[in-house]
T-cell receptor
Framework: DAGITQSPRYKITETGRQVTLMCHQTWSHSYMFWYRQDLGHGLRLIYYSAAADITDKGEVSDGYVVSRSKTENFPLTLESATRSQTSVYFC????????????FGPGTRLTVT | GENVEQHPSTLSVQEGDSAVIKCTYSDSASNYFPWYKQELGKRPQLIIDIRSNVGEKKDQRIAVTLNKTAKHFSLHITETQPEDSAVYFCAARGISGAGSYQLTFGKGTKLSVIP
């Protein structure tokens, strides 16, 4: 599991600030995903990427931006953080988009004050 | 898009008893159904999965069954142990509105195994 890492692990920011969460994987997996986890909602997909320079929106993409210039990195940016974006964010990767295991990173706990 | 319902939200069992968690899905085209276990403060990890061409799959004390006609699948844990205590998530691979395949997760079941 050391193959997928996230940074920072904890972050406190203020409303309106821009925040970038980093995700890095060493397996050369083609697919990468960002989820948020909130009590009572499970895991909800924010964005995913099928390969470098290919990204697509998930269920809850409003207020978030992603990029994927390199296969191993998939940063998530909150352009103007809001309190409703307080959550635990998980990055994941898989060899294929659907029929293979998704490996999750350790998560980033973000608090927006 | 896909919608996954998971029940119950909490489940308490005595050590050694069986636990069953049930999920239903809405998209009849969904073809992959993984189950993830998440211990407190940790990341979700895959424990078992099943594909739509299989009705049942077992791995030691864990089994998953799939009923495509009824669009539901279940996780069965036998001879539960305290280390089985965790939150369990089901998921279904369906087709998003944009035409791409995505995993949709249930809201989770908190399983407590009482020694």
């Amino acid at each position: 599991d050391a193959g997928i890492t996230q940074s920072p692990r904890y972050k406190i920011t203020e409303t309106g600030r821009q925040v970038t969460l980093m995700c890095h994987q060493t397996w050369s997996h083609s697919y990468m995903f960002w989820y948020r986890q909130d009590l009572g909602h499970g895991l909800r997909l924010i964005y995913y990427s099928a390969a470098a320079d290919i990204t697509d929106k998930g269920e809850v993409s409003d207020g978030y931006v992603v990029s994927r210039s390199k296969t191993e990195n998939f940063p998530l940016t909150l352009e103007s953080a809001t309190r409703s974006q307080t959550s635990v964010y998980f990055c994941a990767s898989s060899e294929q988009g659907g029929l293979y295991e998704q490996y999750f990173g350790p998560g980033t706990r973000l608090t927006v004050t | 898009g896909e919608n996954v319902e998971q029940h119950p939200s909490t489940l308490s069992v005595q050590e050694g008893d069986s636990a069953v968690i049930k999920c239903t899905y809405s998209d009849s085209a969904s073809n992959y159904f993984p189950w993830y276990k998440q211990e407190l403060g940790k990341r979700p990890q895959l424990i078992i999965d099943i594909r739509s061409n299989v009705g049942e799959k077992k791995d030691q004390r864990i089994a998953v069954t799939l009923n495509k006609t009824a669009k539901h699948f279940s996780l069965h844990i036998t001879e539960t142990q305290p280390e089985d205590s965790a939150v369990y998530f089901c998921a279904a691979r369906g087709i998003s509105g944009a035409g791409s395949y995505q995993l949709t997760f249930g809201k989770g079941t908190k399983l407590s195994v009482i020694p």
